[in-house]
């Protein structure tokens, strides 16, 4: 099993959409959890950090259920420029800190 | 400031071949890791290095080596190159190793294997 698993889509949306993406992970010693943004060819950059409580920037949403160990990113009034891969990464402090991505989930966004 | 820096960008090299891929962190970071990311995957972690030594490895053959310089950059070495190697490799940095700072990413080396 891997350590973290998401859907790997792709997911086809027309503009101003809402979807929403889930992950799951193995891991429960794992301390911090994060969303990242791949475009084609790029490098991964951060979207955003995610927190037990919730947390929310802009038209995104992030959520984390520990006792589930589940992780979901929600992206309301999608845009074309929305259009990357998205990674679900949680980063374990007693494996040194490394990040351990999942597969990553295709969005595509369409006019 | 710069930001992460990675060279090459691309290259093509023959199967059983060497290759060796450079990397210099951002500004005030003193920790290196590097990652290979195979077509339609996510990022694997390879190793880290910090104070010039490997501190963690991922799930690698010994194939796969680096080194950090007294400055801070690193190398990353495959030797005997297989087609399965063929993937972006990804360098990051960050302050301290094992702590809660932020990671950045370089735009990667794209290395392909024929």
């Known amino acids: 099993r891997k350590e973290v698993e998401q859907d790997p889509g792709p997911f086809n949306v027309p503009e101003g959409a809402t979807v929403a993406f889930n992950c799951t992970y193995s891991?429960?010693?794992?301390?911090?959890f994060f969303w990242y943004r791949q475009d084609c060819r790029k490098e991964p950059k951060l979207l955003m950090s995610?927190?037990?409580s919730g947390n929310e920037d802009g038209r995104f949403t992030a959520q984390l259920n520990r006792a589930s160990q589940y992780i979901s990113l929600l992206i309301r009034d999608s845009k074309l420029s929305d259009s990357a891969t998205y990674l679900c990464?949680?980063?374990?402090?007693?494996?040194?800190?490394?990040?351990?991505f999942g597969q990553g989930t295709e969005l595509s966004v369409k006019p | 400031d710069a930001g992460v820096t990675q060279s090459p960008t691309h290259l093509i090299k023959t199967r059983g071949q060497q290759v060796t891929l450079r990397c210099s962190p951002k500004?005030?970071?003193?920790?290196v890791s590097w990652y290979q990311q195979a077509l339609g995957q996510g990022p694997q972690f390879i190793f880290q290095?910090?104070?010039?030594?490997?501190?963690q490895r991922g799930n690698f053959p010994d194939r796969f080596s680096g080194h950090q310089f007294p400055n801070y950059s690193s190398e990353l070495n495959v030797n005997a190159l297989l087609l399965g190697d063929s993937a972006l490799y990804l360098c990051?940095?960050?302050?301290?190793?094992?702590?809660?700072?932020?990671?950045?990413f370089g735009e990667g080396s794209w290395l392909t294997v024929v």
């Open positions: 995610v927190y037990s």
């Open positions: 891991n429960s010693a794992s301390q911090s």
């Open positions: 500004s005030g970071h003193d920790t």
């Open positions: 990051a940095s960050s302050y301290t190793e094992n702590s809660g700072n932020t990671i950045y």
């Open positions: 290095y910090y104070e010039e030594e490997e501190r």
């Open positions: 990464v949680v980063r374990s402090y007693n494996q040194g800190g490394k990040l351990i």
